[in-house]
């Protein structure tokens, strides 16, 4: 399964010059890590947030945000966006916010 680029791409730009943020490909797609703990990634023509379980409910009022599963298992934590998602930058911002407050102060890995 492969993954947009432009859509990584972007995930990219809105990462620039941050410390500790590593690229790996995984579950098909490309994810993004903080200090090796996974924040965030695209797949196929969409992405996924690590926003955690506190802040799930609030990410998924918002548009094109939905559950997020892995061969039909929920994955509690993590949601699921599409393409449009990534067109409109506060939508990007106020997620990419929402899974760096959740990750940024995990232990590095």
Do not use: W
């Not at 990634?41 to 802040?55: I, L, N, P, S």
């Amino acid at each position: 399964m492969a993954y947009d680029e432009s859509l990584a791409g972007t995930i990219r730009q809105a990462l620039a010059g941050r410390d500790g943020v590593t690229e790996k490909k995984m579950f098909g797609g490309l994810c993004f890590l903080l200090n090796g703990n996974m924040l965030c990634g695209v797949y196929r023509a969409g992405g996924m947030y690590r926003v955690g379980k506190a802040q799930a409910g609030a990410a998924l009022a918002l548009p094109h945000v939905r559950p997020m599963e892995m061969t039909g298992r929920p994955m509690p934590g993590l949601v699921d966006v599409d393409a449009e998602a990534f067109t409109d930058p506060a939508l990007r911002d106020r997620l990419m916010a929402m899974a760096l407050d959740f990750v940024a102060p995990m232990p590095p890995k």
